[in-house]
């Protein structure tokens, strides 16, 4: 076989039959006149690796160094190349662009091996054409694979792993793609609430000025657990036969304190009611069934015992937020068994939990099979002597007001009565925030809930 000439950076010959690229005019990002009836791709971003050796149909893996391997594309000939592994990853866009991304890796396929350098520079023979010893792309997601990850089938459409790659980071399997942009999760409150950081910061400023001004007794134990407490705020004047007030407060289950929320007594204690505001464990320490459990126990303890500090256990109403609306349904879910809950508040919560599984809560708390048939509210009958209210924010994101209306929908349907309301220009933060503001939509609310239903 005659020995292939050295060709310098001017060489003009073409990379193979699917490319009208010249090698040198990679760095500058120019497209080159093409013989006829040939594709060609666009050149590489600048800032890729550059490389002389033979030209190939494999794909280029390594982002930090061009490997090369003889493939079938080209006229065997030598010459200098631009190419970066980061490139060959499908990114994503639109339909048509990733189409372009696919061909670039299947048509164009510069699988490059360090072997073939090694025998352009010193005669070394390059590997069999068949060593697998290389890390594979899988094309649907743009990610490296192992060897026995690249030899099996995958399902299609799924990807290879949680992450796929888009523009150098790596988006969570639970965010979702549409026209090439990463939507963010739904369920993930902080993505679509601007001031999180700061509602967050006022609440519990506003909290720790109610247990500063407020009468209160602290950390009332309803059970043995330490996290088993019940802060109680009492309105001015004499204490008796008062109604009760319950507040659940949210977080995912996993998040905030009963002192976090504090400031929802000022609303309480001025409509003349108590403010038993309730802790319970977070997860993933502890799974839904012991929170439950121990919401249903602080029920019973008030029911039991708040006589003793003033109240009336016959003028129990209910309130809750986001997970404490969903843990407040389980207060009066039992069709046969009266609940003695008059009312319930129940503020952008969650009814049924199968969404969850696939939010970013499932890196979080992980909610299981089990728990989603067990406590999805929508799932039970509720006692049709509780009347509840059902509260939205208007901008909240989808899934909160869908879930909001079929959980109306599903009391109407049992015979219990049931209203609902979306709160004006209110957000899943904005809203509850609001539940402690007496005077704002969600104050006047609550503190009806709390008048209305007095015997």
């Known amino acids: 076989m ?6 310098g950076t001017q060489d003009r010959r073409w990379y193979g039959s699917s490319h009208g690229v010249r090698a040198d005019d990679h760095q500058e990002g120019r497209r ?8 060609c791709c666009r050149p590489w971003r600048a800032g890729a690796v550059r490389g002389q050796g033979r030209l190939g149909n494999g794909i280029l893996l390594s982002a930090d160094r061009a490997l090369r391997r003889p493939g079938r594309g080209g006229d065997g000939a030598r010459g200098n190349f631009w190419a970066g592994g980061a490139d060959l990853e499908i990114r994503n866009g639109s339909r048509r662009h990733r189409a372009r991304q696919r061909h670039r ?6 699988h490059l091996h ?18 697998r010893s290389q890390p594979r792309l899988d094309v649907r997601s743009g990610c490296t694979l192992r060897r026995n990850e690249a030899e099996r089938p995958r399902p299609r459409g799924r990807p290879a792993s949680r992450h796929c790659r888009v523009h150098g980071g790596e988006i969570p399997r639970h965010q979702h793609l549409s026209g090439g942009r990463v939507q963010s999760d739904p369920f993930r409150i902080r993505d679509h609430v601007a001031d999180f950081d700061k509602i967050v910061q006022d609440i519990v400023h506003r909290s720790e000025a109610v247990r500063a001004t407020i009468p209160m007794t602290a950390d009332v134990a309803y059970g043995p657990d330490q996290t088993e407490t019940i802060d109680l705020f009492f309105p001015s004047g004499k204490r008796s036969g008062l109604p009760v007030h319950m507040f659940i ?9 009963k002192r976090d929320y504090s400031y929802v007594a000022t609303t309480i204690t001025q409509a003349g009611a108590i403010a038993a505001i309730v802790d319970y464990a977070l997860m993933p320490k502890v799974r839904m069934a012991t929170i439950v459990d121990q919401v249903r126990r602080a029920k019973q ?3 039991a015992h708040i006589a003793d500090h003033g109240g009336n256990p016959a003028e129990l109403t209910v309130s809750g937020h986001s997970a404490g609306a969903h843990l407040s349904t389980f207060l009066f879910n039992r069709e046969n068994t009266p609940s003695n809950v008059r009312a ?18 499932a890196n979080e708390i992980g909610i299981t099979d089990e728990e989603v048939a067990m406590f999805t509210p929508l799932a039970y009958r509720h006692d049709p002597q509780t009347r509840a209210t059902v509260l939205v924010g208007a901008n909240e994101t989808p899934p909160f007001h869908q ?3 079929r959980f109306k929908e599903n009391l109407l349907q049992q015979g219990s009565p049931a209203t609902s309301l979306v709160l004006t220009n209110r957000n899943h933060m904005d809203s509850v925030r609001d539940l402690g503001v007496p005077g704002s939509q969600a104050g006047d609310c609550l503190t009806k809930l709390i008048v209305n239903d007095r015997r």
Do not use: E, T
């Open 2 to 7: 005659p020995r292939q000439a050295d060709v």
């Open 32 to 39: 080159q006149d093409r013989p006829s009836g040939q594709r």
């Open 105 to 110: 890796i299947r048509s164009c396929r510069l």
């Open 114 to 131: 360090a072997r073939s350098c090694a025998r352009n520079a010193g005669g070394i023979q390059d590997r069999s054409r068949d060593d």
């Open 249 to 257: 407060h949210g977080g995912y289950w996993r998040m905030f304190s």
């Open 301 to 303: 303890w008030v029911l």
């Open 344 to 361: 319930v508040l129940l503020l952008g919560g969650l009814y049924d939990l199968k969404p969850l599984q696939n939010s970013f809560l």
């Open 403 to 405: 879930q909001a209306d």
